[in-house]
């Protein structure tokens, strides 16, 4: 059995200057249910999708790489040479304060974050520090 469902009318109510338009929906009852709920999917298929972006599950696979070392040593932090007492695998010696070298090294990811995300098309001036 197919029900019917009242149509619903659309209004032009004027034209702008900018070239955009308003207009008047008039939908039944039913529509407008349908429409609420084909609005709160995509929105929520939307938020599913923008968050696959930042699954951690994609960065499982760390490793400290000459990438990070530089920015590292830009940053100030101390490296350690060929010594002897070197910790195995060990490539930043710890033993030190390293607060200011933290920020620096925050500002130095993500001054690099920002010139690569410039290039995106979807790039935002939210996204500049306050």
């Given amino acids: 059995m197919t029900d019917t469902i009242n149509t619903g009318n659309v209004t032009l109510i004027r034209e702008n200057e900018d070239g955009s338009a308003d207009y008047q929906f008039n939908f039944p009852p039913e529509a407008l249910e349908a429409l609420t ?13 923008d968050a696959k972006r930042l699954n951690p599950e994609e960065f499982l696979d760390l490793k400290f790489t000459d990438e990070i070392k530089d920015l590292a040593e830009e940053a100030g932090f101390n ?11 060990e490539v930043i010696d710890w033993a030190n304060n390293y607060d200011n070298e933290l920020i620096k090294f925050y500002y130095a ?9 410039k ?11 306050d």
């Fill in 109 to 117: 990811i993500y001054l690099k974050a920002r010139s690569e995300l």
């Fill in 79 to 89: 490296m350690w040479g060929d010594e002897d007492w070197r910790p195995k695998g």
């Fill in 119 to 129: 290039e995106h098309k979807d790039w935002h001036s939210e996204f500049e520090p």
């Fill in 37 to 49: 709920r084909l609005g709160i999917l995509t929105a929520i298929q939307a938020g599913i999708g």
